[in-house]
């Protein structure tokens, strides 16, 4: 079983910053897409960003220039780094793993973490 765990959370001040990470852990062989979503209050889950084993990235119009996605394919963690965070930043944060193929039976599974609460305030 896979599973994604999220770290790097909490309580900021507006124009601070933070550093999220997820690792995912289990029989992992590879996974192709990593990346974070976000779901502020009241409203839909969105892309914030996503990375490919590749190299390539994709990010929302809106953190383009404020956040920063990296990865590292070999401990299979993805880290979302957040500057010049604003209140509307505020939002619980999912880690999502895409094709996620499992080395044992050659499967191949989409996994989302259990979220972390970003807040924004001051």
């Known amino acids: 079983q896979v599973q994604l765990v999220e770290s790097g959370g909490g309580l900021v001040q507006p124009g601070g910053s933070l550093r999220l990470s997820c690792a995912a852990s289990g029989d992992i062989f590879s996974i192709h897409t990593m990346g974070w979503y976000r779901q502020p209050p009241g409203k839909q889950r969105e892309l914030v960003a996503a990375a490919t084993s590749g190299g390539s990235t994709n990010y929302a119009e809106s953190m383009k220039g404020r956040f920063t996605i990296s990865r590292d394919n070999f401990k299979n963690t993805v880290y979302l780094q957040m500057n010049s965070l604003k209140p509307e930043d505020t939002a619980v944060y999912y880690c999502?793993?895409?094709?996620?193929?499992?080395?044992?039976?050659?499967?191949?599974?989409?996994?989302w973490g259990p979220g972390t609460q970003v807040t924004v305030s001051s």
């Open positions: 999502n793993a895409v094709g996620v193929r499992i080395r044992q039976t050659g499967r191949q599974y989409n996994v």
